[in-house]
Every structure is written in C-alpha cells, then in structure tokens.
C-alpha cells in the first residue's frame, strides 16, 4: 500500500518551494522506505530550485538527511524495519571498473530507486540527489541506507549525508591531511568549516580559515581555525604565507568553487603542496594558471566529490567519533525547523546567518 506524507516540491526554476501531498509506494526489489527524522537545509537543494542542477522539474528536494526504515523489499539484507540510518547518494554497485578496481568512492554507477515518488495527479517527483528527504517518509535504493548508531541525535546525523561529509572527507580523503602539517580553507560555510574540523581531527598544526565574513571567521576558529584571514580587506596569498614562514600550506581546500578562489588556494601552497576543489562551480566558470607554474611548484591539484567518502566506512566512523566527543557533529546545526520553514531557510543561507537549518518531522 502507498503511503500519503507531506513534503517540499519545487514546480519550477526560481518559484518559492511548496509543501505538498507526496505518494510514496511501497517499497521494490532493493528499496527501503524511510520514515525520515531530520532533514538538513543543504545550498545544493537551493541549485535544484533555481534549475542548476538540471531542468527534470518538479523536484521533491532535501538529501542530506537520517532517521528509520520502515519498509525494506525483496532482496534487501543491508538494513532492517527499525534501523537508523543516515542517507547518502553514493549507493555504490560493487561490478563497475571504478569498484573493481577497489576504488569504490569513485563508482561510476551508482544506484537509486527505481520506482518514483509521484504528486496525487500522477506527475513524478525527481528527487534531490536520488534521495528527496524533506518529505515525512523517502523511497531510496537500500544501498543508500547507512546504518548508524542510534544514540546520535537524528537532527546532526543527517549532516554526514552531504555537507559536513563532504567537508572532513575534502581534508582526511582527498586532501590526505598528515600530523604537523598546515592547511588553508577557503570558505567558512558548512563545508568549509568542516574541512577545518577534518584537519584538525587529521593533526593539522596550522589551520588557516579564510573568508570575506567576519561572522564566519568566528565560526571557523570554534572548529579548529588556528588563524583566520578576512580576504575583503587583506590578501589571503601572503597572509598564509604570513602564518607559514613564508612557505605557503601543504594542503589548500577551496570550499567555495570560484576561479578567483581556486587560484589563491593555488598559490596559497607550499612546493608540491596539494590544492583540493570541493565547492562546486558553476558550468560556465573557467580557470586559468600559467602551465609553467602548474609544472613548477609539483604537488597536486585535486577535486573532492562527496569528500571521496565511503558511507559504510566514514559514516559510523564520524558518528562514533562523535560520540567520544572528538568530532563536534552537532554543532553544525543552527537552528531546527518545520517542514513548511524551508524557504526562509534558504534565505538564511544565502545571507550567511546559519551554517546549517535542519528540518524535524
């Protein structure tokens, strides 16, 4: 039987989102329905909106989510009815030549579910991501489904779905952060900042936080920021080269996605230090470095797609830590709120009041 819930649709490029009725059907062969907890307010949901992402409207957005199986299909043995998981979009199949490879962030064949999520007139849903979690229960492919510990609050678990993973995984995956050694963030937003709470937990020594917001900044050095640079009123180049003996960084994160960024973290780095990419361009963006100097200095120059993560590896492993109290998961969530908030939530976000808005249900 299908199941009738609320949830946030976007209709079309730029209109203010709705909370409408959704169908959501049974679960299929390797599909689990999901009685989602929270769910965070990511800027990838505002890109879907706006029609960045593709044109495939109406959207049912939200990704970046956790809560509790309901409902599991034929075949499904990675999770179980009553399970917490956490949601992800990188359901990885195991048979393609990335996992073959034993390289399976990089799966090039990802899965989602097969049935659609519809509106009561019939029209199918595309969901965010493949996941579509601003909504009171989600149909997802069971792989996306990452069982964690259920004693971490549903409200900062959900973060490790997108944005914070996304964050740690651009330091400690892509970036390979070592003990001792400096790292500069570009952008203290969510993802910036927790790339500077990946350093930190990596043993960065020197942690640089750069942005053009003051506010931000505050909130960089509460993650691990050991230094912070405001670029609007200072050149971040030689400010890090400042806190590094004149050296520039072993590892340079640009978390915003602009060619002005990437090109200061480019030069922000030490000899055969690594850049890292992990804010996301526009299609139209274009960079240009001269080749000697991309020949020159060595290192590497990196991009980080969902920080290069493993959900069935990273996932409890940041939960547990979180546990310990080694990783401050909880405090990315600045506010929570209902279902029909969410629109004001982008605003914030695009204000840079909040590092993230966390739906409850």
């Keep these: 039987m299908a199941y009738e819930v609320k949830g946030v649709v976007a209709r079309s490029k730029g209109a203010p989102v709705s909370v409408e009725t ?11 329905v999901v009685d989602v907890q929270a769910c965070g307010v990511c800027h990838t949901d505002l890109h879907y909106r706006e029609g960045g992402i593709n044109d495939e ?19 499904v043995t990675n999770v179980a009815v009553g ?8 359901a990885v199949c195991g048979q393609c030549r990335a996992c073959l490879k034993g390289e399976l962030q990089y799966c090039f064949n990802t899965h989602n579910a097969a049935q659609k999520m519809t509106l009561t007139d019939g029209t199918e849903l ?9 909504v009171e229960k989600t149909l997802v492919h069971s792989g996306q489904c ?36 400096s790292v500069a963030v570009f952008g203290c937003g969510g993802v910036g900042d927790a790339a500077i709470a990946g350093a930190k937990l990596a043993g960065a020594t020197t942690i640089v936080a750069v942005d053009v917001d003051d506010r931000k900044l505050e909130w960089a050095k509460a993650f691990g920021a050991t230094h912070t ?33 990437f090109e200061q973290a480019f030069y922000a780095r030490d000899l055969a230090g690594r850049v890292v990419l992990v804010g996301v361009p526009t299609p139209d963006m274009q960079l240009t470095l001269p080749m000697i100097e991309l020949f020159g200095r060595g290192g590497a120059l990196k991009s980080s797609w969902y920080g290069d993560c493993l959900p069935s590896r990273d996932f409890p492993l940041l ?22 908030e969410v629109e004001q939530a982008f605003d914030k976000m695009h204000q840079g009041e909040v590092l993230r808005s966390v739906v409850v249900f």
């Excluded at 959704?22 to 689990?32: F, S």
């Excluded at 595309?126 to 996941?131: N, Q």
């Excluded at 009123?233 to 002005?260: L, M, Q, W, Y």
Aim: proline share 7%; charged share 20%.
């Design 126 to 134: 595309s969901p965010a991501l493949g996941i579509g979690a601003f």
């Design 319 to 340: 939960v547990d830590l979180y546990r310990q109290g080694r990783f401050p998961l909880a405090d990315f969530v600045s506010e929570t709120i209902g279902i029909d």
């Design 22 to 32: 959704v169908i959501v059907p049974d679960p299929g062969p390797g599909e689990a």
């Design 229 to 261: 640079v405001n670029s609007r009123t200072t050149d971040a180049v030689e400010a890090i080269k400042g806190h590094t003996n004149g050296f520039g960084v072993d590892v340079a994160i640009d978390a915003v996605g602009r060619p002005e960024v």
């Design 57 to 75: 409207f109406p959207f049912l957005l939200g990704h970046e989510a956790a809560g509790t199986v309901a409902a599991v299909g034929a075949g």
């Design 83 to 90: 399970d917490f998981v956490v949601l992800n979009w990188r």
């Design 146 to 181: 990452t069982k964690v510990d259920p004693d971490v609050p549903a409200t900062a678990a959900g973060l490790l779905g997108c944005g914070v993973m996304a964050g740690v995984g651009a330091a400690i995956n892509t970036g390979g952060v070592r003990r001792g050694e």
